[in-house]
Every structure is written in structure tokens, then in C-alpha cells.
T-cell receptor, first 113, second 112 residues
Framework: KAGVTQTPRYLIKTRGQQVTLSCSPI?????VSWYQQTPGQGLQFLFE???????NKGNFPGRFSGRQFSNSRSEMNVSTLELGDSALYLC????????????FGQGTRLTVV | GQQVMQIPQYQHVQEGEDFTTYCNSS?????IQWYKQRPGGHPVFLIQ?????EVKKQKRLTFQFGEAKKNSSLHITATQTTDVGTYFC????????????FGQGTILTVHP
């Protein structure tokens, strides 16, 4: 079984731009969640999608948004980028039932300059 | 909201020494998971604990879940250089199904 695939792996953007990150979950997994990892704040939950619906949301500004498609693939968008958005963005997928287990992709390293 | 505290933040050991990291949650957890992240890598799932007082072993790694389901520990016996990385605990609980609250992680360095 293929793992969680995130694209692109690396990205450099300028302040004020917007960016879209993509995540393809493990086949059969219907839940996709996103996390931001920074040295100072650690791993912070952004949001979680199941069946194209946002089921949970973390404490991030509205510039951070996401969506999930019918094939469970998910995208995350950050608008009006700030320097502080530089981070490793991790996507995790899970089965939708039972105990929640997260399997992470390799992440997208976003650098905002 | 739910908070998960993890200590210590850093741990340096000589190869062959033991290592332990501890997690404490501000609320009762439905389950707790442990992840390892190698430098430059992504978190890799190690194990999940669900039952109160549960103890699980993976070779040299021993995981425990507290009786009150609010704390957990990971103990590594006789560390090896391959054990280097950051160990995270992540709690799941309450009505926020699909959300994990991560501890800050313990960065383990093993000196040969």
C-alpha cells in the first residue's frame, strides 16, 4: 500500500503570495488532517476533513483553509503569506472509524521570504 | 483546550544507557499515540495505547498508559545510535475525533 503522498516537497514563496499544498491519503483512508510543525510551536493541528467536510479545526487564522475531494485527496491553502508561516506542513490520513490513528506524509517544507 | 506536556525537552545519553520520556495531559484521553521523527524526516507512528494501565513493548521500547488515562511514558532500554530523533506523544480524546494534540517532543541524542 502506498503511503501518504504530499506535493510539493519544498516550496519557496514571497510574503503576500498564496500557496496550495496537496495530500493524497493512504488508499481506503477517508480522514485527512493537517498539521503545522515549527521549531518554536511544535506540531499544531490545523484542521481535519472527512467525507469532504471539515470535522475539526485548530486555532489558526482564516488565511489557512482546506478542502477535501470525493476521492479523499485534500488540499490546504494559505493566503497572504507571512514570514511566520514558514514551516513543515504535514498531512496525516486515517480510517474514519474506531480509534483514530494518524499516518503522516513526508511533509511540504514551506519557506516564506 | 486540551494540552499535552512532555518532558524532558532534550536528553543526551551514552549508547547503552536507558532513556525515558513522559507525557501528561490536562484532560482524560481516549487513547495516546507515540511517534518518532528522525532529523529531517516526518513523524512515524510507533504505537497506540487505549486501555487504562496498558503496557506495551516493542523490542527495547516500553510504553505505558496511566491508570487515569492522563499520562504516559516511553522507556528505551540500552539505547543505540539508531534511536536518535524526536519522540512525540499525541493525545486523542473527547469530542474532537480526528484531532491529535501533540506534546512538544523529546529530542534524544545518543553518543557512541
Amino acid at each position: 500500500k502506498a503511503g501518504v503522498t504530499q506535493t510539493p516537497r519544498y516550496l519557496i514563496k514571497t510574503r503576500g503570495q498564496q500557496v496550495t499544498l496537496s495530500c493524497s491519503p493512504i488508499s481506503g483512508h477517508r480522514s485527512v488532517s493537517w498539521y503545522q510543525q515549527t521549531p518554536g510551536q511544535g506540531l499544531q493541528f490545523l484542521f481535519e476533513y472527512f467525507s469532504e467536510t471539515q470535522r475539526n479545526k485548530g486555532n489558526f487564522p482564516g488565511r489557512f483553509s482546506g478542502r477535501q475531494f470525493s476521492n479523499s485527496r485534500s488540499e490546504m491553502n494559505v493566503s497572504t503569506l507571512e514570514l511566520g508561516d514558514s514551516a513543515l506542513y504535514l498531512c496525516a490520513s486515517s480510517f474514519s472509524q474506531g480509534v483514530f490513528l494518524a499516518f503522516f506524509g513526508q511533509g511540504t517544507r514551506l519557506t516564506v521570504v | 483546550g486540551q494540552q499535552v506536556m512532555q518532558i524532558p525537552q532534550y536528553q543526551h545519553v551514552q549508547e547503552g544507557e536507558d532513556f525515558t520520556t513522559y507525557c501528561n495531559s490536562s484532560t482524560t484521553l481516549s487513547n495516546i499515540q507515540w511517534y518518532k521523527q528522525r532529523p529531517g524526516g516526518h513523524p512515524v507512528f510507533l504505537i497506540q495505547l487505549v486501555k487504562s494501565g496498558e503496557v506495551k513493548k516493542q523490542k527495547r521500547l516500553t510504553f505505558q498508559f496511566g491508570e487515569a488515562k492522563k499520562n504516559s511514558s516511553l522507556h528505551i532500554t540500552a539505547t543505540q545510535t539508531t534511536d536518535v530523533g524526536t519522540y512525540f506523544c499525541a493525545g486523542a480524546g473527547g469530542t474532537s475525533y480526528g484531532k491529535l494534540t501533540f506534546g512538544q517532543g523529546t529530542i534524544l541524542t545518543v553518543h557512541p
